[in-house]
């Protein structure tokens, strides 16, 4: 029902974006509605240098009029303001070949040389401009739209830390304070590991090292019956897994307690329904993170993920040059030390456009009026059943 396709390199002009069957008659400003999430995505302790010379913003191409979509498809633009200083590298007219700034040295973690290989390229540049997380920009702007989409249905969304280098920070999710995330250099309620976590960030930039982390993102206000438990590909964990973990650097995902879960006797892990209590089944805890049978069940939709450090090493690893196939030391620009809080926001966006997708898949609509009508007729069927 939604769909999102997106193009651009990280040094290149611009990164472009183009997100397919928005209901029309949805109020959509950039600068309030899609901007706000990529300076999220930019912030948080341990990024570097890149981040200075961005200040991501969004310049809204077609499917928007007067402030609200028309239904047609909706193509946003977040330029590169680096690119000015890559023309030559970036342009895409022959010449000025050998191109400068060409790297052969592949990074243990990166794309590099299993893309360098699938691809037939010996300058890697041709591969990391597009595998670089840069590309999680066009990401976060196509998710906030499905944001956006979530809200006139009244769903929440929230992204925050779990864990940073190894050091927990979860603090307990409390909506209430949900405002104080975009205070936290690291989008944490735990104040206290904050100071610690920097530290930690602080001494592998020291080391050249990097660090990675476990981030959440998780939903409230969920319709029951998003996804379904009929078919495969219908579940709706099973979608956002899928999602989350195409996000650069991540490792593993669980919705709810997932991992912790597959330790504990059955008796401490499923959500015991204790009664039943203004039009809804109340339960003791919410151990599925919202889902049961890949449909959810109304409480907050919870996922995480598991990033891995970042690969680009300012100490690098050992590797192998693919010219000259002898030993060497893996390439390094800039880097940052860490993106797990970016992160966050890029694993928000890709659940979001997930929901938004099972959201109209279950309403329909080529209206946002359409869709609030059917939304709020379901609640109503809730609160009754
Ligand atoms: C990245 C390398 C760095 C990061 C970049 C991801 O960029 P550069 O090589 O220009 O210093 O800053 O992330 C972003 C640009 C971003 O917007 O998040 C990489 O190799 O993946």
Request: aromatic share 4%; with cysteine; charged share 25%.
């Amino acid at each position: 029902m939604l769909r999102y396709l997106s193009a651009g390199e990280s040094h290149g002009p611009s990164l472009t974006v183009v997100v397919d069957g928005v209901p029309a008659g949805l109020e959509l400003v950039a600068t309030e509605h899609i901007d706000p999430w990529l300076r999220r995505r930019q912030g948080g302790y341990g990024r570097g240098q890149r981040m200075v010379i961005e200040s991501d913003t969004a310049t809204l191409l077609g499917g928007v009029r007067a402030g609200r979509t028309t239904g047609a498809p909706i193509a946003i633009a977040v330029a590169n303001r680096d690119n000015a200083n890559w023309r030559e590298v970036m342009d895409p007219l022959p010449g000025n070949e050998p191109r400068k700034r060409a790297l052969t040295e592949p990074r243990p973690g990166h794309a590099d040389l299993p893309g360098g290989i699938k691809y037939g390229h010996k300058d890697l540049r041709d591969v990391l401009e597009r595998a670089s997380a840069r590309e999680t920009a066009s990401r976060v702007a196509a998710g906030a739209v499905a944001l956006r989409l979530l809200e006139v249905a009244g769903i929440e969304g929230c992204a925050r830390v779990i864990s940073l280098g190894g050091i927990p920070c979860d603090g307990g999710m409390d909506w209430s304070r949900v405002a104080e995330l975009d205070e936290s250099p690291l989008r944490t309620f735990d104040r206290e590991a904050e100071e610690r976590i920097m530290a930690r960030i602080d001494e592998a930039k020291e080391q050249g090292d990097t660090l990675g982390g476990v981030v959440e993102a998780r939903f409230r206000n969920v319709p029951v019956g998003l996804g379904s438990y009929t078919q495969w590909d219908r579940k709706l964990d099973g979608r956002l897994a899928q999602a989350v973990m195409s996000v650069p650097a991540m490792k593993a995902c669980e919705i709810g307690d997932g991992w912790r879960a597959s330790g504990l006797p059955g008796s401490e892990v499923h959500d015991a329904i204790v009664g039943r209590e203004g039009g809804r089944y109340l339960r003791a805890t919410n151990r599925a993170g919202g889902l049961e049978g890949g449909v959810t069940n109304g409480e907050d939709v919870v996922v995480r993920a598991a990033m891995k450090p970042i690969a680009t090493l300012m100490r690098p690893l050992p590797t192998v040059d693919v010219v000259t196939h002898g030993p060497a030391d893996a390439a390094r620009e800039r880097s940052d030390v860490t993106a797990v809080p970016a992160a966050s926001i890029v694993v928000l966006a890709m659940a979001a456009l997930v929901l938004a997708d099972a959201l109209l898949e279950k309403f329909g609509g080529d209206t946002v009026r359409e869709l609030q009508e059917r939304v709020r007729a379901h609640r109503e069927y809730v609160a009754d059943y």
